[in-house]
T-cell receptor, first 114, second 111 residues
Framework: ETGVTQSPTHLIKTRGQQVTLRCSSQ?????VSWYQQALGQGPQFIFQ???????GRGNFPPRFSGLQFPNYSSELNVNALELDDSALYLC?????????????FGEGSRLTVL | RKEVEQDPGPFNVPEGATVAFNCTYS??????FFWYRQDCRKEPKLLMS???SGNEDGRFTAQLNRASQYISLLIRDSKLSDSATYLC????????????FGKGTTLSVSS
């Protein structure tokens, strides 16, 4: 167990809807990274939050947004859902950025967009 | 060109075999390198870091060639439990803000 928990584990939405995914970091970790993993692909970097501020962003449109709270938990929000947004969304926590390379992943939230 | 590219899979090998995975990365400013393992329908987990001098952890050996921007992972004496997807991971971006994952190579070890 990594100590990183994500909710919900599974959800189904329709095109155009909005979704919020939640992540609780491992105790003591101040950095949260979000990844999207489509079937048969590696995880794609969405963005990272360090001490409540966005600290890096991948090639995702602005309708993907996030927050990190003072307790270092985090949310990923996706607006105007598209079919291609169907994927496993992984949250990973670490201490002071990913410098050591060890990200601790949660089990993910599996989103299906119909 | 993708930032991190890996050998296409799957690799199907018998128990006891030696198997090698290769990976190339495009950003010459990349600072650190890793192999992660992902079991079916599970989250990725760090397998090992990759150092310029090469490093070994039991049956696993990782190598880095900065000049060729190439990373490798060698697994000796494969076990059934080694069956998984192996992800090549590179730390890039300003102040190392992101770990970028390859697509992964699937290994299936059979008895």
């Amino acid at each position: 167990e990594t100590g990183v928990t994500q909710s919900p584990t599974h959800l189904i939405k329709t095109r155009g809807q909005q979704v919020t995914l939640r992540c609780s970091s491992q105790s003591g970790h101040n950095t949260v990274s979000w990844y999207q993993q489509a079937l048969g692909q590696g995880p794609q970097f969405i963005f990272q939050y360090y001490r409540e501020e966005e600290n890096g962003r991948g090639n995702f449109p602005p309708r993907f947004s996030g927050l990190q709270f003072p307790n270092y938990s985090s949310e990923l929000n996706v607006n105007a859902l598209e079919l291609d947004d169907s994927a496993l969304y992984l949250c990973a926590s670490s201490l002071d950025g990913p410098y050591t390379g060890e990200l601790f992943f949660g089990e993910g939230s599996r989103l299906t967009v119909l | 060109r993708k930032e991190v590219e890996q050998d296409p899979g799957p690799f199907n090998v018998p128990e006891g075999a030696t198997v090698a995975f290769n990976c190339t990365y495009s950003n010459s400013a990349s600072q650190s390198f890793f192999w992660y393992r992902q079991d079916c329908r599970k989250e990725p987990k760090l397998l090992m870091s990759v150092y310029s001098s090469g490093n070994e952890d039991g049956r696993f050996t990782a190598q880095l060639n900065r000049a060729s921007q190439y990373i490798s992972l060698l697994i000796r004496d494969s076990k059934l439990s080694d069956s998984a997807t192996y992800l090549c991971v590179v730390n890039i971006g300003q102040a190392g803000t992101a770990l970028i994952f390859g697509k992964g190579t699937t290994l299936s070890v059979s008895s």
